[in-house]
């Protein structure tokens, strides 16, 4: 490039940079140095949300540069991305893809490969899960001939009953287990990693609300075989869209992954980049003729799943940030418990796995000697039966406020329709353990409000007081 094109480039990000300034003051922390550059918050008029993209100057620069740029499919910016992950989580390899459910879809499907021998999903094959979630956690384990079994959620930690664990499993059917930490709140990992080694099954921690929790002070996300992320905008960091599956021990899985993502290619080379294996030309697989080029031999039935690469421009200059995003979370969830303490008659607040209770300024734990610490995504409560009042009602009262607010996804899965539909076509396509009276509970009575990184403490206030308000009346 030129000295006048690095001259033009430079002078076009400074505008960038002024710009994003001007035109974008709302989507910047609500704590912290620029935080008072916020537009002035108007209680009932200005939108709470219940999540958003938090960014400042910085991620417009680097998406403008990349645009500049115009490489557009994965290269440096992409590489650079996965390595800065990878060292954050402390996993083997990062693998991005431009979604977190189309890395979920990545990690079943990568432990479909005829190339894991005896350790091969098989069609037919049992993948226990959870009924009370996002359905792209289950999704992929029907969309491989896989089976899904739901065991039930507690409805206080909104994780899996772990007791259900045994009950769910099958000799010689039950091959793996695959459930996200919900709204942030790591799954009982000592149970659920204990079960998955005494019956050889595979882990997949779905890790997309929960980036930055940890347990007994491990990451979540780097306990399981695979782990998944999402970087959608209302996530822990965004790229606007994009997702990531991490290979956290074995690295042949990282291959597998990156296959299925890259049309089913046997080829590992990277977008750009020939004949890393040096014998391009010196392949003989299957009924193809000797010599065939190995950039087009396929091994499975892939897709093309990559994000670009000016997402990962974005997504590092987020993760950067990542440690105050996950503070402020923290932060923001500890404030609307403790100034919503005095409801706990009418309301059923979330708790920490091993959590028993919280005192006011912590919680008091179980004897099991084991630690949650959610990123919380979410703030959660349930409306007790017999109070005077329905969800519904609280849901209307914050809607009105302008106060964002979101069930909490789909609920007991298995009354969506789309499985009772499943269901009658098709009734051996997925077994339930139980009657699912926790996933019921979650279903019929939790609402959750934002603790993302934007929100100020005029937000965090008026969400307080409109509950106050509603609940008083």
């Known amino acids: 490039m030129s000295e006048s094109h690095e001259k033009l480039k430079a002078e076009i990000l400074r505008l960038t940079r002024e710009y994003a300034k001007l035109a974008h003051r709302a989507n910047l922390p609500g704590h912290g140095p620029k935080s008072d550059l916020k537009p002035a918050f108007i209680p009932g008029k200005t939108v709470v949300p219940y999540a958003g993209r938090v960014f400042t100057e910085d991620e417009v620069e680097a998406a403008v540069g990349s645009a500049l740029d115009f490489w557009l499919t994965l290269g440096k910016e992409g590489e650079g991305f996965e390595e800065e992950f990878a060292r954050f989580l402390g996993v083997k390899k990062t693998v991005v893809a431009n979604s977190g459910s189309s890395a979920n879809l990545l990690a079943i499907s990568a432990l479909t490969s005829p ?163 040096n014998k391009r030309f010196g392949w003989q697989l299957a009924d193809l003729p000797p010599g065939y080029d190995h950039k087009y031999i396929y091994s499975h039935l892939g897709y093309n799943l990559k994000p670009l690469d000016l997402q990962a421009a974005i997504g590092r200059k987020q993760l950067q940030k990542l440690p105050e995003f996950i503070e402020a979370r923290v932060r923001n969830w500890e404030f609307l418990r403790r100034e919503l303490a005095d409801f706990e008659t009418v309301f059923e607040f979330q708790l920490p796995t091993h959590a028993t209770g919280w005192r006011g300024d912590g919680f008091t734990w179980d004897n099991s000697g084991h630690r949650a610490e959610p990123s919380w995504f979410g703030f959660m409560m349930r409306v007790k039966p017999n109070v005077p009042f329905t969800r519904r009602d609280l849901v209307m009262a914050l809607d009105a406020a302008k106060i964002g607010v979101r069930m909490l996804f789909g609920g007991n899965l298995a009354r969506q329709p789309v499985f009772a539909n499943l269901r009658k076509e098709r009734p051996n396509a997925f077994r339930i353990v139980g009657e699912l009276n926790g996933a019921d509970q979650i279903l019929n009575e939790a609402i959750f409000v934002g603790t993302y990184p934007g929100l100020t403490d005029q937000m965090l206030g008026h969400i307080v007081e409109t509950i106050r308000r509603f609940v008083k009346r």
């Open 115 to 277: 190339k894991l021998g005896e350790r091969q999903l098989k069609q037919g094959d049992e993948v226990i899960t959870v009924a009370g979630g996002f359905p792209t956690t289950v999704a992929p384990i029907l969309q491989n001939g896989l089976v899904p079994v739901f065991v039930d959620n507690d409805p206080v930690t909104l994780n899996a009953r772990v007791g259900q664990l045994e009950d769910a499993f099958v000799e010689g059917k039950t091959r793996a287990v695959m459930m996200a930490h919900t709204l942030g709140n790591p799954f009982d990992l000592a149970s659920v990693s204990d079960f998955c080694k005494r019956h050889n099954l595979w882990l997949i921690e779905d890790n997309c609300d929960a980036l930055g929790s940890r347990y007994d002070a491990k990451l979540t996300g780097t306990f399981g075989d695979l782990s998944t992320q999402s970087f959608y905008p209302p996530h822990h960091l965004t790229m606007g869209e994009g997702g990531a599956v991490n290979v956290v021990k074995e690295m042949r899985l990282k291959v597998l992954v990156e296959s299925f993502r890259d049309w089913g290619r046997d080829c590992w080379c990277a977008s750009g980049v020939e004949n890393t294996c």
